[in-house]
């Protein structure tokens, strides 16, 4: 496709296409993607006409309407469409960030690992990103391989960050039970999110399940608490603002299964359990950051 198209308009499809996928699907407001790349709501809402009128972009009429990315959009910025791809996971500095996520990642040094770099072209607002970051990329789907490495460049235009591998590993085999957190550190569900947010601070920790009478009813994560400050809502109770989602999974399942599982069931924690009485529980953070070898 030969649409040459101008910084602010890949800026607006890449965050449009960025916001689509993190929805599953449904309209996106200008004002989204204007906050996910620092704009102005009026210049993404001219930019958007001349996207329509390209063909990228298409208009949701109604109260809950807003744009959506057209297959043309996806072909132009050579991106899978949400229901041919999955989220792999990027680490920025030990921080996992969610609207960031893997499209591809090209090595064209691995026969020289003394040189050898990547260049990682991502999904989402890379701008979040620069050089002397440590990163963690990964698992990949296929050969459910992590990539560590630090950032030494970033093309804008093509949505890449350039980085100095220090590993390529595997998956360990071992089991979820192996490396599992316990006791669990879990938050009352009528606790007020003020007391939730104090306990996740002191744990050094992103989220912790919600106990309901002596049952797992739901996670309570960062996001949740920054969206109840957003919200006013400090002073609710925890079980207001909560995931009312747990996904449970058996002591002696594999780490690679317990990756595939959180990715299907789209949860960052899991509650590990023996013979189905909870005893502790893994993230997606504590596998990519903490289980990779060392080179």
Do not use: W
């Not at 601070?201 to 957003?230: R, S």
């Not at 058996?250 to 789209?266: G, W």
């Amino acid at each position: 496709m030969d649409l040459e198209l101008t910084q602010i308009q890949k800026d607006i499809l890449y965050a449009l296409i960025t916001l689509y996928k993190k929805k599953s699907g449904g309209s996106i407001k200008g004002e989204e993607i204007a906050d996910l790349i620092n704009r102005n709501p009026g210049t993404v809402r001219n930019q958007m006409q001349a996207l329509r009128a390209l063909g990228l972009v298409e208009g949701v009429p109604g109260p809950k309407g807003g744009y959506r990315p057209t297959s043309k959009a996806y072909e132009l910025l050579s991106i899978t469409k949400p229901e041919e791809s999955v989220v792999v996971s990027v680490i920025v500095n030990d921080n996992l960030m969610d609207d960031l996520s893997v499209e591809e990642i090209d090595l064209p040094s691995i026969s020289h690992p003394e040189v050898c770099q990547a260049r990682v072209r991502l999904l989402g607002d890379i701008k979040k990103i620069v050089p002397g970051d440590k990163v963690t990329f990964g698992p990949t789907p296929v050969n459910e391989l992590i990539i560590s490495g630090k950032v030494v460049g970033r093309d804008d235009t093509a949505n890449t960050v350039i980085v100095d591998i220090e590993k390529i590993v595997a998956l360990p085999r071992d089991t979820v039970g192996e490396h599992m957190s316990s006791p669990i550190i879990s938050v009352e569900a009528n606790a007020k999110v003020v007391e939730g947010a104090k306990l996740l601070a002191e744990k050094q920790i992103y989220c912790a399940p919600v106990k309901k009478d002596e049952n797992f009813v739901g996670i309570l994560t960062l996001d949740h608490i920054a969206k109840a400050v957003a919200d006013g809502k400090l002073e609710a109770k925890v079980e207001e603002v909560m995931r009312p989602k747990i996904v449970l999974v058996e002591k002696d399942t594999r780490i690679r299964e317990a990756i595939r599982l959180m990715r299907d069931e789209k949860v960052r924690i899991l509650v590990v359990t023996d013979k189905g009485e909870p005893v502790g529980v893994i993230t997606d953070q504590k596998i990519l950051t903490r289980l990779t070898p060392e080179q």
